[in-house]
């Protein structure tokens, strides 16, 4: 009778352990949070409701212009 191979879960978490490093190692080399830009962490409704734009506490170099008006 053949021996059955039993399963380690732990691979399965160093595995995804592994996946997430190598992620985070990628977007540090990209830039990391260097390229976040959240001018403003909340939006006002699209138009014609509101002006979509941003407001709120400004984080970030703001170097991002806002999409133009549509009228």
């Known amino acids: 009778m053949a021996e059955e191979e039993k399963h380690d879960p732990m691979k399965d978490v160093y595995f ?23 001018s403003g962490a909340f939006l006002h409704a699209p138009q014609p409701l509101d002006s979509g734009t941003s407001y709120g506490p400004t984080f970030g170099s703001g170097s991002v212009a806002p999409p133009p008006q549509v009228q």
Not at 16 to 38: H, N, S
């Open 16 to 38: 995804i352990v592994t996946i997430v490093v190598i992620i985070v190692i990628l977007w540090f080399a990209a830039g990391g949070p260097g390229k976040t830009d959240v």
